[in-house]
């Protein structure tokens, strides 16, 4: 006997089914979600070939001004909307919050912009399915078959993948298509990032908690893509960076940050040094030992304070 769909949180079960069900086998209920800002020209299509991989589709119109939310509930997606643009981790979060009412074996995210291929859903939830991983990448980068990423944003990418995880195991830890197991989701609820530094936030949450990441070989178009990026390269750069910086800052402060302190402040210690030996023999005040003195040592002092404090918020979000 063929398999069924299963009923989802919002669509339980009529008396008269649940003999039927219970004869035939369940399949896994897999959910899409789509954070889509300006997206019309694409939604509608993304929408539409999601749909055939996926048990419901879930998008998060992020302040849109334009027919992106018309248009993603003209072709049967349930939209889930922001008053204003928020960025891309809020919506990730609206979206996160949306699935778990349906109660699905594996949450899938996916871009508006046609970039993605939705035929490797399939192939990207099959690690979450077979409980061989609770955190699925699709990565640009694991084959040989590179896909038609501009050779900037391929340098950029390589930074920001090292500096998210430094292993090296993970290769593409900025690729927006993944997938989820349902006892991730709370862990990745826990981002603190609007932007598109969420990408890096989650990689670092479920590192943190002992997730399993597995990345899936999966292929991009850039080519033939109207808008390929809502932001500035340099901008978009930006916010990741910020989000890194946030992550490592908290993560690691004794490497990070204590010991650049300790640093300038030895370098403070020894301009005051030379400023008061240069002062002894010729009495001359030298302005720029001066200014090395109370500079290293100031900021020393307010990295160290920096440090410090942020090692305690770790332990106590480590402890709660």
């Known amino acids: 006997m063929s398999p069924v769909k299963r009923k989802t949180a919002v669509e339980p079960l009529a008396a008269t089914e649940v003999t039927e069900v219970a004869a035939e086998t369940v399949r896994p209920l897999i959910v899409a979600c789509i954070p889509a800002y300006n997206e019309e020209k694409s939604i509608g299509s993304v929408v539409l070939d999601v749909r055939k991989y996926v048990d419901d589709v879930l998008v998060c119109d992020d302040g849109s001004s334009d027919h992106t939310k018309a248009i993603a509930e003209a072709v049967g997606a349930i939209v889930v909307s922001h008053e204003v643009n928020r960025g891309k981790g809020w919506a990730t979060r609206t979206l996160m919050k949306s699935a778990q009412k349906y109660q ?3 949450t899938v995210f996916i ?3 046609g970039q993605h291929d939705p035929s490797n859903i399939p192939m990207l939830v099959e690690p979450i399915l077979s409980g061989e991983a609770d955190f699925v990448i699709g990565s640009r980068f694991i084959t040989k078959r ?5 050779f900037y944003r391929r340098m950029g990418l390589w930074v920001f993948d090292r500096s998210t995880d430094a292993s090296g195991k993970i290769r593409d830890t900025q690729s927006g298509y993944r997938a989820f197991s349902p006892k991730v989701v709370d862990t990745l609820l826990e981002s603190e990032a609007n932007g598109f530094g969420i990408e890096s936030e989650q990689i670092s949450l479920a590192n943190q908690d ?5 990345e899936v070989p999966i292929y991009i178009k850039y080519d033939g893509v109207s808008r390929p990026s809502k932001k500035n390269p340099l901008l ?8 890194l910086v946030r992550l490592v800052a908290e993560e690691r402060p004794l490497i990070y940050l204590g010991i650049p302190a300790v640093v300038m402040t030895l370098i403070g210690l020894l301009s005051g040094v030379l400023l008061m030996v240069v002062y002894n023999d010729s009495k001359y005040f030298s302005i720029p030992y001066a200014l090395g003195t109370v500079g290293g040592v100031g900021l020393g002092t307010f990295m160290g304070t920096a440090t410090l404090i942020l090692y305690a918020i770790s332990k106590l979000k480590k402890r709660a």
Do not use: E, L, Q
């Open 236 to 243: 978009h750069g930006v916010d990741i960076a910020s989000t």
């Open 146 to 150: 590179h896909s038609d990423v501009p």
């Open 104 to 106: 699905p074996d594996a």
């Open 111 to 113: 871009d508006a912009d």
């Open 210 to 214: 002992g997730f399993r990441i597995k």
